[in-house]
């Protein structure tokens, strides 16, 4: 039986990548591929080997959780351009007939993080360079690549933590998929283009040179790509849960992540690590714990949002939807120029806020309460001038309940040089939903090549560091043991209280903006899940990058080439900085999943842009 659903699952697949290259006609639209529906399950992710990971452990009887456990983990081993075991993962889940819970996937920062090492380190830097002067404080001082952006491996712990407390199934049992495929997998363009081009960076360091360039070249297409040091090092987590076994589940999932945390492992990374220049420590990882904490909420059109917390972007989206409620957006009509720049100068006031709050919770006061309140929305609605954009970064003052914080005002661009190949490379996205309604929504993300490999463990190490600020005056300013504020952002959502949908997308900024356009393509205007993620989409740069150049380009907005000629037009005449992109041009790419709690159907949607993808049972 087993055999047979894995070979519908492969021609599931094969479905899907056929219809790529063929639109499928419905009464209401062409798609490039066709919704996806189950009533026993649905997972989708960003690679089909992930998604197949995630749909051996439903058929296996795991609930959503096991199986977006095991999406994930064998994500990080095959989608290394984007994420990787040794990368970060906020996590959303709701139980059946329980709370929607979020598990703090994010690292934090070494103990020998310091404002004043990166400061110090700049100012050695630039003294070191004839005619150069200091770097302003605010811009590129933490590195995007390079042993020192290392915060502590998260992915783990998240979830044994998910599993733990959510899921029925071992370690053992949905990490075996990873592990396959750690022995080898046949290697896809996109990732064999990724370690060309950043080749150069990441063979500064010869264990990642000698993983990524066998026999010192890239490997080709097709190839079978080993991770053999990786290999091992899951099987070791493994051995470990198995020794625990006699002691119970929770006491044999504990041993497996003190394994690596406080094990030998963890020993060999803070050793590679800090012998290479870095700043992360074998005591960083001994120290620390995934927390299971609450989400922020929105309510919006009868629909519940969650989000996780201000230690990442998402409660910017829950902003985002209170200033557009009191707006007919259904009556602007879908991707007119009344819709775009009204979502466009909301989601300016959203991410200004975002940029002079947002912060690790445990180190920082925040005014959650006003931020998300519809009264403090009501007063920066109004900001919103109908007829032309905004150029000015404007975060609000929530403490005295005033639009705008006088002293935040900023209109200048700051614009670093950074390469592509330096530049933050993405994340990934995996959403399930099982046959009793249980939701689970993440965002992988981090330690994407170039990355450091900590030595023969395999364990490439990841870069959000570089999220923090160096300005000494900013929330998310660096500080040892505090996490830097991240863009990683799962969707979930109910409806009346009912389980109704999940959503994720990898874009860094940009997440939340995509996934807010796919959100209300489904609530606001009806369309598919197949609809909503393939529909032509927006952007704007109109906020302070949370990554290595932290720039700002006020004004800023992109455009799929999809959208019409006249809206384009009308949108530069209204002051945006417009740049049309290619038709499918956007940087960001969901999934989403929606559920009929009545009938018990799944339906998933799986953007094209970048190869994600949905499978149903």
């Known amino acids: 039986m087993l055999r047979v659903n894995r070979v519908c699952i492969t021609l599931a697949l094969v479905a899907c990548l056929v219809a790529i290259s063929l639109p499928i006609t419905t009464p209401q639209a062409q798609t490039f591929r066709p919704v996806v529906r189950g009533r026993r399950g649905v997972v989708a992710g960003g690679h089909p080997l992930s998604v197949e990971a995630g749909m051996r452990i439903l058929q296996q009887g795991g609930n959503a959780v096991d199986a977006g456990v095991a999406t994930i983990l064998a994500a990080s081993v095959i989608e290394v351009s984007h994420f990787s075991f040794g990368g970060e993962v906020p996590i959303l889940i709701k139980p059946k007939d329980k709370d929607v819970v979020v598990i703090e996937g994010m690292g934090t920062a070494p103990k020998r993080a310091t404002l004043d090492f990166f400061l110090e380190r700049a100012k050695a830097a630039s003294s070191s360079v004839e005619g150069a002067t200091m770097p302003n404080a605010k811009s590129g001082v933490i590195p995007s690549t390079g042993p020192l952006p290392a915060t502590v491996p998260a992915v783990l712990d998240a979830c044994v933590v998910a599993l733990d407390q959510f899921g029925t199934r071992s370690l053992s049992e949905v990490m075996q998929p990873a592990i396959e495929l750690a022995d080898g997998f046949p290697i896809d363009e996109l990732r064999v283009e990724y370690i060309k081009t950043r080749a150069r960076i990441f063979s500064q360091w010869a264990d990642a040179k000698r993983i990524f360039l066998p026999n010192g070249e890239s490997p080709k297409v097709g190839d079978i790509f080993v991770q053999a040091d990786l290999a091992r090092t899951l099987r070791s987590i493994v051995a470990a849960e198995i020794a625990a076994r006699k002691k119970g589940r929770h006491a044999a999932l504990m041993a497996a992540r003190d394994h690596f945390y406080k094990g030998s492992i963890g020993k060999r990374i803070g050793e590679y690590m800090q012998r290479n220049g870095g700043l992360l420590a074998a005591e960083d990882l001994a120290g620390w714990r995934a927390k299971v904490g609450a989400p922020v909420k929105a309510s919006y059109r009868g629909y519940e949002v969650y989000k996780a917390g201000f230690w990442t972007q998402g409660p910017a989206f829950v902003q985002t939807l209170n200033m557009l409620d009191q707006y007919d957006l259904r009556l602007m009509g879908h991707n007119s120029v009344d819709y775009v720049h009204t979502l466009t100068e909301a989601l300016k006031l959203a991410l200004a806020d975002r940029d002079h709050y947002y912060a690790d919770p445990d180190f920082v006061k925040i005014p959650t309460t006003v931020l998300l309140s519809m009264e403090y929305a009501n007063l920066r609605r109004a900001l919103i001038d109908n007829e032309r954009a905004s150029l000015a970064h404007q975060p ?62 395999g364990v490439l190490m990841g870069q959000r560091l570089q999220s923090a600020a160096t300005d000494p005056n900013s929330p998310n300013v660096v500080a040892p043991g505090k996490r830097p504020r991240i863009t990683l952002t799962p969707t979930l959502v109910t409806r009346g209280g009912v389980p109704y949908m999940v959503l994720s997308t990898p874009g860094g900024d940009n997440q939340d903006q995509a996934l807010l356009q796919v959100l209300l393509n489904i609530i606001e205007f009806g369309m598919s899940p197949q609809e909503a993620v393939e529909a032509p989409r927006f952007d704007t740069q109109h906020y302070i990058s949370s990554f290595d150049d932290h720039q700002f380009l006020p004004g800023s907005l992109n455009l799929e080439s999809r959208f019409a000629e006249s809206v384009i037009e009308q949108l530069k005449t209204r002051g945006h900085k417009v740049r049309v992109q290619t038709a499918w041009g956007t940087t960001s790419a969901p999934t989403v999943v929606v559920y009929n709690a009545q009938t018990g159907v799944m339906a998933a949607g799986a953007d094209p842009r970048r190869g994600r993808y949905a499978v149903a049972w």
């Open 396 to 457: 609000g003052d929530p403490l005295n309940m005033k639009p705008i914080l006088a002293s935040g005002l900023m209109t200048d661009a700051r614009i670093s040089k950074v390469t592509a190949a330096q530049r933050a490379n993405d994340t990934t996205c995996v959403n399930v939903i099982d046959k009793d309604g249980n939701l689970f929504s993440a965002t992988p993300s981090g330690a994407w090549l170039p990355a450091v490999v900590a030595g023969d463990t």
